[in-house]
């Protein structure tokens, strides 16, 4: 069975940072591209970042020179790392699989304002 288990949102104010961690089990981890999507209140969920087994990353533009994503294999576990966050990051985080979008987890909330 399949589980996401995302951590690490918050509280910050805007031009602060966050780091994102999100635990996946019941794959083979190191063979799938990861994603980080988000949802925003009253939008559709959206993929935001992502990055190949072999390390290959890609960016949505609005968060491009901000966030980072990686991944650790060993840990089978993928990270966000946000700075100069904005208040239209507000929003609810989570990781999955593209194209494949097993069950969603918890995700984890991401509130920037002042």
């Known amino acids: 069975q399949v589980q996401l288990v995302e951590s690490g949102g918050g509280l910050v104010q805007p031009g602060g940072s966050l780091r994102l961690s999100c635990a996946a089990s019941?794959?083979?981890?190191?063979?799938?591209?990861m994603g980080w999507y988000r949802q925003a209140p009253g939008k559709q969920r959206e993929l935001v970042a992502s990055?190949?087994?072999?390390?290959?990353?890609n960016y949505v533009d609005s968060v491009k020179g901000r966030f980072t994503i990686s991944r650790d294999n060993a840990k089978n576990t993928v990270y966000l790392q946000m700075n100069s966050l904005k208040p239209e990051d507000t929003a609810v985080y989570y990781c999955?699989?593209?194209?494949?979008?097993?069950?969603w987890g918890q995700g984890t909330q991401v509130t920037v304002s002042s």
């Open positions: 990055i190949t087994s072999g390390g290959l990353t």
């Open positions: 019941g794959i083979i981890f190191s063979i799938y591209t």
């Open positions: 999955n699989v593209p194209r494949i979008l097993h069950p």
